[in-house]
Each structure stands twice: as structure tokens, then as C-alpha cells.
T-cell receptor
Framework: EPEVTQTPSHQVTQMGQEVILRCVPI?????FYWYRQILGQKVEFLVS????????KSEIFDDQFSVERPDGSNFTLKIRSTKLEDSAMYFC???????????????FGEGSWLTVV | GESVGLHLPTLSVQEGDNSIINCAYS??????FIWYKQESGKGPQFIID?????DKRQGQRVTVLLNKTVKHLSLQIAATQPGDSAVYFC?????????????FGQGTRLTINP
């Protein structure tokens, strides 16, 4: 079964350092997302991405965050200067064309756990 | 206001019994609802979805009910098994042009007792 894959599964970084989290969405999907989950809390929307540009972003997704689709398969989230409060599980997700036979279900990866120290 | 996850609603049921997990959503414009299961250290796993033009949808051992009048969603799991133990989130989809924006509920921790 196709799945969203993420790397790394866990990263520890120093405060102020840049971090790049990588994702390979499901191959025929057109919409890509990043969500995050602070330990013990609910999953929160960060950003959606379609046709090589951001569709929508939340208040959390400030100027220190950026997303990119550098090639035909990868989708990355960059945090420029990490803060302690960026420690969370970051989930990549993807969904097919809204009008596809698959509907518009969002499928999540297993997450990248980021610890900022 | 929001609930912190440490105070997650919990539900314990005996193996083999049926369970019902409830969720209230906030936006009457939401057109699509999904239940996700999240096991410890893993990503949300799709269970079942329902569109706003439906009241009920059934899957394998799971049923989702939608009451738009009171903005309430429920997930029924029949004949629960130990593997059903997890945190269950409902999510509502805020309509965007093509893309999705899921707003997750706080989650309910379901524990299946042997």
C-alpha cells in the first residue's frame, strides 16, 4: 500500500540551528501538507502546498518556516532558526486530486520527532 | 478553550465490547470529517470518513455517525480488540480550493482491557 515516508524519524538540534525535515508523499498525490503535534497535544495544521506554491498557512507557520518541493518526489519543511518551542512531532501528509476516485482523504506519514535543546 | 493532551478524555472497554467515541466540531461550514487512530509514536492513521451530506457511514467494525444539527460526530467500534487501543482523533475539513485544512479535535484515549 502506498505510504507517505519521512526522514529523519528523530532529530536533536541545538537552539538556533537550521533543520530540514524531508518527506516523500504518495506518488500520484497533488496536495501536500505539514502538520505538527507537540507532545501530548492535538495535531495542528501548519501549511498546505499545491502546484509548487503554498495554498494556506497557519499562524504557527511564521517566517522561520519554509517549504519546498525541490524535485518530483520530495517535499521539505525547513525551520531556519529553531527555538525550544519548536520541539514537536512533525507530520507530512498528502492527498490526491479532490475529484479523483480516491476522494480527498489525507494520508499521514509516521512523523519526524524534533527535539530542540 | 483547548484541552491539553495530558488531560485527554479516556475510555476503557472490555475486549469484545462495543465502544463509542464522541466528538464535537465547531464549524458549520466544514464539509468532510475523518476519524484517525494514532498509536504511540506513530502518525495518524485513517479509519473512516464521512461527508456532510451523509448521516452515517459504515466500514469494517467501525461506524461513523454525523449529526449536523448539533455539530456532533461519533465513532462506533464493534467487537473491540486489543489492537484498537490508541488515541482517536476526529478531524473536520475546512473547505479550501482543492487542498485540505484539517482541524483536529483533542482526541480520546481508548484502552481495551483483556
Amino acid at each position: 500500500e502506498p505510504e507517505v515516508t519521512q526522514t529523519p524519524s528523530h532529530q536533536v538540534t541545538q537552539m538556533g540551528q537550521e533543520v530540514i525535515l524531508r518527506c516523500v508523499p504518495i506518488s500520484n498525490h497533488l496536495y501536500f501538507y505539514w502538520y505538527r503535534q507537540i507532545l501530548g497535544q492535538k495535531v495542528e495544521f501548519l501549511v498546505s502546498f499545491y502546484n509548487n506554491e503554498i495554498s494556506e498557512k497557519s499562524e504557527i507557520f511564521d517566517d522561520q518556516f519554509s517549504v519546498e518541493r525541490p524535485d518530483g518526489s520530495n517535499f521539505t519543511l525547513k525551520i531556519r532558526s529553531t527555538k525550544l518551542e519548536d520541539s514537536a512531532m512533525y507530520f507530512c501528509a498528502s492527498s490526491p486530486d479532490r475529484d479523483s476516485h480516491s476522494g480527498n482523504t489525507i494520508y499521514f506519514g509516521e512523523g519526524s520527532w524534533l527535539t530542540v535543546v | 478553550g483547548e484541552s491539553v493532551g495530558l488531560h485527554l478524555p479516556t475510555l476503557s472497554v472490555q475486549e469484545g465490547d462495543n465502544s463509542i467515541i464522541n466528538c464535537a466540531y465547531s464549524n458549520s461550514a466544514s464539509d468532510y470529517f475523518i476519524w484517525y487512530k494514532q498509536e504511540s509514536g506513530k502518525g495518524p492513521q485513517f479509519i473512516i470518513d464521512i461527508r456532510s451530506n451523509m448521516d452515517k457511514r459504515q466500514g469494517q467494525r467501525v461506524t461513523v455517525l454525523l449529526n449536523k444539527t448539533v455539530k456532533h460526530l461519533s465513532l462506533q467500534i464493534a467487537a473491540t480488540q486489543p489492537g484498537d487501543s490508541a488515541v482517536y482523533f476526529c478531524a473536520e475539513n475546512r473547505p479550501l480550493q482543492g487542498a485540505q485544512k484539517l482541524v483536529f479535535g483533542q482526541g480520546t484515549r481508548l484502552t481495551i482491557n483483556p
